[in-house]
């Protein structure tokens, strides 16, 4: 499943990369996130409870940065296994641009599944995978730009 996307975000683009930097602001953002730890250098690392389908999975994964031009672009490489599930992995590439403090992140979104999840069908999974992504980066801008729900009221926002 291949996804192309851009989202506006009004930030200066180095507070859009700083976020994109933070462990904190992934865990955020990232739907169905029980704990991340790491930092852009040695990777992230992840727990994440998600229901495709009828299938629901606790992931434990890793994420890594590559390609990365300061400000302007990366690549995230991640993988994660969901046990009897089966496993989840993909990649993203992320690029940057600003025009008067206004930030056009664009991503381009690549993912492939295996084990009980492939099972479900293409169609099943590249909706679930387009949500997915959909939901991560709204979050983002979300709490790149303010306006993400206080910590009290974030268990709800996610399941939107």
Request: with cysteine; glycine share 10%; hydrophobic share 35%.
């Amino acid at each position: 499943m291949e996804l192309t996307e851009n989202k506006i975000i009004k930030s200066q683009k180095k507070i859009v990369w700083s976020a994109l930097m933070s462990s904190e602001v992934l865990s955020q953002c990232i739907p169905g996130c029980q704990q991340m730890t790491g930092n852009p250098q040695d990777g992230f690392e992840a727990t994440v409870v998600q229901k495709v389908g009828p299938v629901k999975a606790t992931f434990k994964g890793k994420v890594t940065l590559s390609d990365i031009l300061s400000e302007e672009s990366l690549k995230l490489s991640g993988e994660g296994k969901g046990g009897a599930a089966g496993f989840a992995k993909g990649e993203a590439t992320v690029n940057l641009s600003e025009d008067n403090n206004i930030t056009t992140l664009s991503y381009s979104v690549n993912a492939k599944v295996g084990g009980k999840l492939a099972q479900l069908g293409s169609r099943i999974i590249d909706g679930f995978a387009k949500k997915m992504a959909d939901q991560f980066f709204e979050n983002f801008k979300a709490t790149v730009e303010g306006t993400a729900l206080p910590e009290k009221e974030k268990k709800g926002w996610f399941k939107k």
